[in-house]
């Protein structure tokens, strides 16, 4: 098991190396300027700004520079704002976003699984048919557009929450609901399948043969097997409470780390971009390392082959 756990950190720590490195020079082929002003800049404070950033080393000196600090984790100083470090945006936006990542994934796990219990139970009844388009259209339909409908319906038609921003609790319920529109779909659609699946196999004759109630066999065998592609899907479930609501952000104007993204695009802030590309892809192939290691620990089978 300690070797398997090796080779997985190693796996995750050359992922890293890449992305940064890719991140890194892509950062400084792109066109743009992150010193651009209304008005020309003067060449001695762009030739100041280049110094206290280091742009005025050769880029494989500012590399090896960028590499040394992100191993000490300091991934830089923001080119727009005055004072702000990467770490400093993402102490103030981890926590919006992952209220509204988490509450994303409860709610739309919760409803998705009663519905994917529900479809399995009734299968080719109007219940099922009705999950599975459901399940077609929450899979088919992009977040950014429940989002929105959901601002245009329940914000400006009826008033029942804030249009934008994050300033009461209120704020958070439009966010978090369209971030569980596609969960629910995913989940439900899931479950269905699975509890189908298992419901033909050779076990689940061998339990009603022994005479337990049908509502026995559904508790204690079909669903119970049935949560194992659930349990699968924890890894990029768990990375997407954090990096998959950029668009959500933008619409509600909720000061989370995608929004904090997006700005720094619009801003051609290098190092503000660089540092939360880094960030968000630590945190996505982190989660899949847990994943891996929780695998090796639950099948032995997983880490032999590997």
Do not use: C
Request: hydrophobic share 50%; aromatic share 10%; charged share 15%.
């Amino acid at each position: 098991m300690l070797v398997y756990t090796l080779k997985r950190f190693l796996s995750m720590m050359v992922t890293l190396f890449l992305i940064a490195t890719i991140t890194f020079f892509l950062m400084h082929a792109i066109p743009g300027d992150p010193f651009a002003l209304p008005r020309e800049t003067p060449p001695e404070v762009r030739a100041n700004l280049e110094s206290r950033y280091g742009l005025d080393k050769p880029i494989i000196t500012q590399y090896f520079i960028y590499m040394r600090n992100i191993v000490r984790g300091d991934f830089g100083i923001s080119m727009k704002y005055r004072g702000q470090t990467v770490m400093d945006k993402v102490a103030q936006g981890m926590p919006v976003s992952a209220l509204i990542g988490f509450g994303g994934v409860l709610i739309g796990g919760a409803a998705g699984l009663i519905l994917g219990v529900f479809a399995a139970l009734n299968k080719r009844g109007a219940i099922d048919y009705i999950v599975i388009i459901i399940a077609i259209i929450g899979v088919s339909v992009p977040n950014f557009v429940f989002a929105s409908l959901l601002q245009r319906w329940l914000a400006v038609n009826l008033r029942l929450f804030p249009v934008a921003g994050w300033r009461t609790a209120s704020s958070a319920v439009l966010p978090i609901i369209a971030a569980s529109m596609q969960n629910i779909a995913f989940y439900a659609r899931m479950l269905r399948s699975s509890m189908l699946d298992v419901a033909t196999q050779d076990y689940i004759d061998t339990a009603r043969s022994k005479g337990l109630s049908e509502s026995e066999v559904v508790r204690g065998h079909i669903l119970r097997n049935s949560m194992l592609p659930i349990v699968t899907s924890i890894g990029p479930m768990a990375a997407g409470v954090l990096t998959g609501n950029f668009v959500i952000e933008k619409i509600y104007n909720v000061p989370g780390i995608g929004q904090s993204l997006i700005i720094a695009i619009q801003n051609t802030d290098y190092t503000m971009i660089m540092g939360l590309t880094v960030m968000f892809s630590f945190i996505t192939i982190f989660m899949y390392f847990v994943v891996d290691v929780l695998y090796g620990i639950v099948d032995p089978r997983i880490r032999i082959a590997n």
